[in-house]
């Protein structure tokens, strides 16, 4: 339970961070709205035609007798719908993180920099190619898992009461463990920290990383709401990173440092 309150705790530091950081704040925004556009589009899309690809693929119902018919098609329309909005939800940071590789890394640095006690922050050394490479081979390693996740929930949801109850309940803890691997991701592969080491640190303290992420994955549900948090959803996770790899952290969320004159991405 301590560890819980902790990962809430990072959550609200990293907001906190941002609060007195207006302009990386500002810059880390961009992401999240062009993520939010490109999802919209795609789930209105779905909306609309998700209909008619449910008729077209599904040649062998067109004999059936009314209303059989209409009931199969119309529960798999919204079985597609359901399944397309659980991937926005579990794929929207993975996306927007990619967007914007080059915000975040900045951001995540700035505040390495800003609570260690040298003033440094580790640097991964790689060119950005090299970088958004890494995370997207990682991302599409997360989003495979989260999928199946995903879809064994959606199974086990057909249960009656369980189904009503536990699960979604399971589902934004799964949720917010893969958003916390995501986040963390960003400061943890600046120093070097691969994709199974990383998902073993994290495993370490579920509890820490439930209580960062699972209440992320509830307020991720609402895209705008997802948009606004990212950025210090960036920050308190760098911060918890540096507890993870037992780095000492002091307190410099004052925002001291964030001038008109500095430039937002280095």
């Known amino acids: 339970m301590?560890?819980?309150?902790?990962?809430?705790?990072?959550?609200?530091?990293?907001?906190?961070?941002?609060?007195?950081?207006?302009?990386?704040?500002?810059?880390?925004?961009?992401?999240?709205?062009?993520?939010?556009?490109?999802?919209?589009?795609?789930?209105?899309?779905?909306?609309?035609?998700?209909?008619d690809f449910v008729g077209w693929s599904t040649p062998f119902a067109d004999d059936w007798s009314s209303p059989w018919r209409g009931a199969f098609r119309g529960l798999l329309t919204a079985v597609l719908f359901a399944l397309g909005l659980l991937l926005a939800v579990v794929t929207f940071t993975a996306v927007t993180l990619l967007i914007g590789q080059p915000f975040y890394e900045n951001l995540s640095e700035k505040v390495d920099r800003d609570v260690s006690p040298d003033g440094t922050a580790p640097e991964s050394g790689l060119p950005l190619w090299r970088e958004l490479w890494i995370s997207a081979r990682d991302s599409l390693r997360i989003v495979?898992?989260?999928?199946?996740?995903?879809?064994?929930?959606?199974?086990?949801?057909?249960?009656?009461?369980?189904g009503q109850t536990v699960v979604p309940v399971i589902g934004f803890f799964v949720t917010g463990f893969f958003l916390t691997e995501e986040l963390t991701a960003?400061?943890?592969?600046?120093?070097?920290?691969?994709l199974r080491a990383r998902l073993a640190l994290l495993r370490s303290r579920r509890t820490l990383v439930w209580g960062f992420g699972t209440p992320l994955a509830v307020a991720f549900v609402v895209p705008f709401v997802a948009v606004f948090l990212m950025p210090?959803?960036?920050?308190?996770?760098?911060?918890?990173?540096?507890?993870?790899?037992g780095e000492e952290s002091g307190e410099g969320e004052s925002g001291e440092g964030d001038s008109e004159d500095e430039p937002a991405i280095s």
């Open 186 to 194: 960003v400061a943890l592969q600046r120093r070097g920290v691969e």
């Open 2 to 51: 301590r560890d819980l309150g902790a990962g809430f705790t990072y959550l609200l530091k990293g907001q906190r961070w941002v609060a007195g950081h207006r302009r990386q704040y500002g810059f880390g925004l961009l992401p999240g709205l062009i993520t939010l556009v490109l999802y919209v589009a795609a789930l209105t899309s779905l909306a609309l035609w998700g209909q």
């Open 232 to 245: 210090g959803a960036v920050a308190g996770a760098t911060l918890m990173a540096r507890e993870l790899l």
């Open 144 to 162: 495979v898992r989260a999928a199946l996740w995903g879809v064994l929930l959606f199974a086990l949801g057909f249960i009656p009461f369980v």
